[in-house]
């Protein structure tokens, strides 16, 4: 028979006695509202749904199976890129890893799954649309695809692209004052971000070393062999920045740096490396990625 945890005794009385009271509650302010009770019951409607999801989700994160409490909403959890969704009735969560507790061993098993998901969603998207040799972009379209094959990938422009995936058999340079709702770069080689470029939504795995200079912005995750940010470069909430290995007398040390006034408002990670800061203040560690073996923790609502 399946073992639960000792608190689950506690959790239904405590989910019961606040539904009772918000019961009650809405109850009294509908006897007293009059002409106000359609706006009232609306809000008590939506206000019951939210709380009911949240309970769900927030047990689900505890371990108790889906469905467990037959008066609260089934619970769904898939994967979100890095994160996890976890969705109850039509409202949906975003879930990452608390970072206390996590070993060497769940840290490589997670980042070589991740890497290879990642790399079969873009050459996926990228598969009618193979390039050979060098390629330089200085406009960008609204959709860019590509799997660049025996050459290396420039974009430099100012324009805004809706989504960009690409598979680089070479290095990639992206700079310019660009603009990306959603950027994924697999490359085989280095990738080296600079200038005023902003992603709203970056999953970049990279074989080499990843680099960020000047204004650089972005949210997401960047798994590179090693990783350096400089000057006034932003990782903004929630983000990921990891290094994996990088080859140093002979050996894969991972390692990485943070320079000057860049900042990360995530998680920095070099498993079994070396990790520098210049400015500790700058960095500020929140959350892991949901692909490592812990403690789910939600982060925001979607």
């Known amino acids: 028979m399946a073992r639960f945890p000792s608190s689950r005794g506690f959790v239904l009385p405590l989910v019961a006695i606040l539904l009772l009271a918000l019961s009650l509650l809405f109850t009294t302010l509908l006897k007293s509202a009059g002409h106000l009770n359609p706006v009232l019951v609306r809000y008590k409607s939506d206000f019951e749904e939210f709380y009911r999801a949240e309970s769900a989700v927030l047990l ?60 079969k969603r873009i050459q996926e998207a990228a598969s009618e649309k193979v390039l050979y040799g060098n390629r330089r972009y200085f406009q960008g379209e609204l959709v860019m695809t590509g799997s660049v094959h025996h050459g290396d ?34 490359a085989l080689g280095d990738v080296v971000m600079q200038g005023e470029v902003s992603v709203d939504y970056l999953e970049l795995v990279s074989q080499g070393v990843f680099r960020a200079e000047d204004d650089v912005r972005f949210r997401g995750i960047v798994l590179a062999s090693s990783f350096q940010m400089r000057d006034r ?3 903004l909430f929630p983000t990921i920045v990891m290094a994996s290995r990088q080859e ?5 040390v991972p390692w990485g740096e943070i320079l000057g006034d860049a900042s990360v408002d995530g998680a920095e990670e070099a498993p079994g490396g070396f990790l520098g800061v210049e400015n500790p203040s700058n960095v500020r560690q929140t959350m892991l990625p949901a692909f490592v073996e812990g403690r789910r923790k939600i982060w925001g609502r979607l």
């Not at 058999?169 to 959603?182: K, N, P």
């Not at 140093?248 to 894969?252: A, H, R, Y």
Request: aromatic share 16%; glycine share 12%; hydrophobic share 40%.
């Open 60 to 119: 689900h994160l505890q371990g108790f199976p889906s469905g467990y409490y037959p008066e609260l909403p089934q619970v769904q959890a898939e994967p979100f890129g890095p994160w996890e969704r976890i969705c109850a009735e039509k409202i949906c969560f975003v879930a990452g890893v608390e970072p206390q507790g996590v070993s060497f061993w769940d840290w490589t098993n997670g980042m070589s799954g991740y890497r290879s998901g990642l790399e």
């Open 153 to 186: 990938l420039e974009m430099n422009f100012s324009d805004t692209v809706r989504s960009a995936n690409f598979w680089i058999e070479g290095t990639v340079l992206v700079r310019g004052r660009a603009h990306f709702d959603t950027l994924r770069l697999y």
């Open 233 to 235: 470069v932003q990782g």
């Open 248 to 252: 140093v007398f002979g050996m894969n």
